[in-house]
């Protein structure tokens, strides 16, 4: 690879890393057909992991970082003294490719800065996917950030070569997007999204190809000081409203050459992987929205503990709950298992009654568990009741430690 | 009765399994009773097996757990799994739910170790292009068929016999390629067709780098975000093991030894005073670039590939909407047909021949108006040798809704007439019934007026009916330049 491209590769990746969507999953089933390249995996594949935990499945890179817009949150705002670097919707291309062929990545991520308009910008990124699938035949995963203020026959074309489309809402709160995105309007994002989900209904129906992986967006957490509440409201709404596949949500981190209006300290990692617990709660636990916020105190999760064993402690009333009878529901809301140790337990007490040795082989998180379980050899009253018990299950009680 | 010795061959000998399987299941052969030996642990006694036995019936999951198993590394394997087959069919059908079933945990546990080994090689797994004769330079690509000029090698250490398991999912992916996975325990090589074994390779400590690996590395450091720096977290995701192979881990020391001084930095500096411009420039900037003329538009929809749902093919170009800028009336039909597609003008088929009659008759002159489609591009379906008309679908209307209103802001018209029930729900944006609301109509912002399609009044079968229906569609025509007289009085 020559020097130049790499250089450039440095500068767009490097922008591009603060969108933490890296999933590659939900596509359709392909295989490379004769003289293609590329399949999609059921589940994803992590390729790598970088030093910060995160897991790098596609190239995640910007087709340029110049971009008309001024958020304050973002690094690549027209005021930010970033270098800036541009891509050809040929290099773009050509990457993808290369990475692909080493197995170094399951498909490409690409967004970008709004360069000369919008309409030019989505244009560009809907040839780079239209190039990769009509004239080299690539089966791989693609997921497009979608430029909100595009028009819709571009993002219509976008959605025929794209796996997955999807639009930032980077900040729950109209207001915090006023002050600190000046540009922008929360109504052309959320207007942007009810389109997108219209067409992907409609496609569906017509059993036509659009962005069949469904659309995702991303919430800034730390920006602003919009409640853990609001924000957990505000996605669920986006999955009932939207049927969005995920809601990422990205602890606000300091960047190079940060805007003023910022807070300059580390991100609030603890609060985003709350964050995400708590969003787990609702699409796989059957937790409601409301039980999840209420479980913390004045909008914000606790940190000391995660939001389904700060449920429970909430609602002792409701516990123990015996293993070898408690319904789906109820086993789901117990702190230390997990959907698939529910399972586990729900096909197993068919055949006998669960004591704990063998709760012990079906879930790790079984010490955490005890408090609220009862098994023939088990009964937990006196644990339940204690005023510590709070103190005795939760973790040290700080921020996760940076390095 | 006594013990019996089977060996196994090195590797997951699945077809050796299967077969000791089936002999002892026939000869009731206890599972104490059996000595498998595998990759070369000697036991003390026994008889090799001869002859076959017929299949034994085993529920989905466990011939799954079975395939899985026999992968793992650990001698006790085989035992382990004729033991539980031995259980299942003593009477126990329903075993492998009970997964707290000290057996069932520990072969699921296997189970999940060589699951988890096959992800790590697909994920983990790097192929370095090697050049063949012929002699490629770096950077090309040919993406058409294996001429076997270049050939992408890995060398990966795997944790179990997983190569063979894992090697489908390269042939699925990199099918035109033709690429080599060296192991410790054997090789595989596929040359775009099938895959052929070799021996148990090592790593070639010579094996040259790939003109790539640079530019990996670079995105690789680029995407670390060093204020979430967790090297814990990525050693749990990603084994030290599969390190050694992956060109990428070179730079993680510094990445790691650097971050902390990296965020002290970015935490510290002032943050820069931005050289604001006005935000307003940007907007109108972004507001420029929308189409600026009727003819912008056009470009950009002339541009545009058709959009057509399933197998049903679409036409060759778009056919744009044709009459004067300042037309005080527009006609909206339904889609292009085929003369139109040909001719790329709209309205010249045998339906337009019949407006312009109809026109002419009304007092209409056809050089005075503006007509343009709904959907700018033909669909059809062959019948024969000839291009049969389809109807466009209700999100193929709405998909061109938008190039339909910008054209009509620029024409702003007095009267926008719609042909049929298709450009009604064009404009409306909903579905409308054109006997019930045939007439005077109102598309904001637009005044409107609904008629029928004059390919309406060519299907009609008998010859009264096509007159009738002939006369009322003229006079509907008449209506419509009475009202956009009035409405040119009125201005």
């Keep these: 690879m020559d020097e130049k491209l790499a250089t450039k590769l440095g500068i767009l990746a490097d922008a591009a890393k603060y969108d933490v969507s890296c999933a590659s999953s939900g596509a359709p089933k392909r295989k490379a057909g004769k003289n293609g390249l590329g399949a999609t995996a059921p589940s994803g594949i992590c390729h790598a992991f970088t030093p910060d935990g995160r897991c790098v499945s596609l190239l995640k890179i910007l087709l340029t970082n110049y971009c008309l817009f001024d958020c304050a949150y973002c690094i690549n705002r027209r005021s930010s003294n970033v270098p800036r670097a541009r891509f050809s919707v040929e290099e773009v291309v050509r990457l993808t490719?290369?990475?692909?062929k080493r197995n170094y990545i399951e498909g490409l991520f690409l967004s970008s800065g709004i360069a000369r308009s919008p309409d030019r910008t989505m244009e560009e990124m809907m040839r780079v996917a239209k190039t990769?699938?009509?004239?080299?035949?690539?089966?791989?995963?693609i997921h497009l950030k979608a430029i909100p203020e595009a028009s819709p026959w571009l993002i219509e074309e976008a959605g025929r070569y794209a796996d997955r489309l999807s639009i930032n809402l980077e900040l729950a709160s109209g207001a915090s997007l006023k002050a600190l995105a000046p540009e922008k309007n929360d109504r052309t994002i959320t207007e942007a999204m009810g389109q997108m989900h219209e067409r992907i209904l409609e496609a569906r129906d017509e059993r036509r190809r659009f962005s069949p992986a469904g659309q995702s967006t991303q919430v800034i957490v730390g920006a602003d000081d919009v409640k853990d509440a609001a924000i957990i409201r505000a996605s669920a709404r986006l999955y009932d409203d939207y049927a969005l596949k995920r809601v990422y949500y990205s602890a606000f981190s300091p960047i190079p050459e940060a805007s003023l209006l910022l807070p300059a300290k580390a991100p609030p990692l603890r609060r985003e992987n709350r964050l995400y617990q708590a969003d787990w709660l609702m699409r796989f636990y059957g937790f409601s929205a409301d039980e999840v916020a209420e479980s913390g105190e004045d909008g914000m999760l606790a940190l000391d503990v995660d939001p389904k064993?700060?449920?429970?402690?909430?609602?002792?009333?409701?516990?123990?709950?015996?293993?070898?009878?408690?319904?789906?529901?109820?086993l789901l809301r117990v702190p230390g298992l997990g959907q698939r140790a529910v399972e586990r337990i729900l096909t197993s007490r068919r055949h006998q009654k669960l004591r704990l040795p063998d709760l012990a082989r079906l879930t790790a998180g079984l010490k955490r568990a005890l408090p609220f379980l009862v098994t023939p050899d088990h009964r937990p009253v006196s644990l339940i009741d204690r005023l510590d018990l709070r103190q005795r299950l939760a973790e040290p009680a700080q921020q996760m430690s940076l390095f | 009765m006594s013990r019996v010795r089977i060996d196994m061959k090195a590797g997951a000998d699945l077809d050796g399994f299967r077969r000791a399987l089936r002999i002892f299941v026939r000869d009731r052969v206890a599972p104490d009773d059996v000595v498998f030996a595998a990759e070369g642990v000697q036991d003390l006694f026994g008889a090799p097996l001869a002859g076959e036995a017929p299949p034994v019936v085993l529920p989905r999951a466990v011939t799954r757990l079975i395939a899985d198993v026999v992968c793992h590394r650990d001698h006790e394997r085989y035992g382990l799994l004729y033991r539980l087959v031995w259980r299942i069919l003593k009477g126990e059908r329903g075993l492998l739910e009970v997964a707290s079933d000290p057996l069932v945990y520990r072969l699921a546990r296997m189970q999940q170790e060589v699951?988890?080994?096959?992800?790590?090689?697909?994920?983990?797994?790097?192929f370095r292009r090697v050049v063949t004769e012929g002699g490629v330079t770096e950077g090309e690509t040919e993406s058409s068929g294996i001429e076997e000029k270049e050939r992408f090698v890995a060398y990966f250490e795997p944790v179990h016999f997983t190569l063979a398991a894992a090697a489908p999912f390269f042939a699925e992916r990199f099918a035109n390629m033709a690429w080599s996975i060296l192991t410790p325990d054997g090789s595989l090589h596929w040359d775009g067709k099938k895959l052929v074994e070799?021996?148990?390779?090592?790593?070639?400590?010579a094996a040259a780098g790939d003109g790539f690996e640079e530019g990996w590395r670079t995105y690789y450091a680029a995407t670390f975000n060093p204020a979430r720096a967790n090297p814990k977290l990525m050693a749990q995701h990603m084994p030290r093991r599969y390190w050694a192979d992956m060109p990428e881990v070179a730079a993680i020391p510094e990445l790691?030894?650097?971050?902390?001084?990296?965020?002290?930095?970015?935490?510290?500096?002032?943050?820069a005073a931005s050289p604001k411009r006005a935000p307003e420039k940007a907007l109108q900037k972004m507001r420029e670039g929308r189409p600026k003329s009727l003819q912008d538009l056009n470009a950009l929809i002339a541009a545009s590939e058709p959009l057509v749902s399933g197998a049903v093919p679409g036409a060759t170009r778009a056919v744009l909407g044709e009459g004067p800028l300042d037309a005080d009336i527009v006609f909206v039909g339904e889609q292009p047909g085929d003369q139109e597609d040909r001719q790329g003008r709209p309205f010249v088929g045998p339906a337009?021949?019949?407006?312009?009659?109809?026109?002419?008759?009304?007092?209409?002159?056809?050089?005075?108006?503006?007509?343009?489609?709904?959907?700018?591009?033909?669909?059809?379906?062959?019948?024969?040798?000839?291009?049969?008309?389809?109807?466009?679908?209700?999100?193929?209307?709405?998909?061109?809704?938008w190039w339909l209103m910008a054209e009509l802001e620029f024409l702003s018209p007095r009267l926008v007439v719609t042909l049929g029930g298709t450009a009604a729900l064009a404009l409306s944006g909903r579905q409308v019934s054109v006997t019930k609301m045939r007439g005077r109509q109102e598309f904001p912002p637009f005044a409107g007026f609904l008629t029928v399609h004059p390919s309406y009044l060519l299907r009609l079968p008998d010859a009264e009916a096509k007159a009738s229906a002939y006369c009322a569609f003229v006079d509907d025509l008449r209506q419509v330049r009475e009202i956009a007289g009035e409405r040119l009085k009125a201005a």
């Design chain 1, 97 to 100: 490719l290369e990475f692909y």
């Design chain 2, 198 to 205: 070799g021996p148990p390779a090592r790593r070639d400590p």
């Design chain 2, 352 to 401: 337009g021949q019949l407006l312009d009659r109809a026109m002419a008759e009304a007092g209409i002159d056809r050089g005075s108006v503006y007509l343009t489609n709904a959907v700018k591009h033909f669909k059809f379906e062959m019948r024969g040798k000839r291009r049969i008309h389809q109807k466009p679908t209700l999100s193929e209307v709405k998909h061109y809704r």
């Design chain 1, 309 to 330: 064993l700060a449920w429970a402690l909430k609602h002792r009333e409701r516990f123990p709950v015996d293993v070898n009878r408690a319904e789906r529901e109820m």
């Design chain 1, 132 to 141: 990769l699938r009509r004239v080299h035949g690539f089966r791989g995963y």
């Design chain 2, 115 to 126: 699951r988890r080994d096959i992800h790590h090689m697909h994920g983990f797994l790097r």
């Design chain 2, 256 to 271: 790691v030894s650097f971050a902390p001084v990296r965020v002290r930095e970015m935490i510290a500096r002032e943050a």
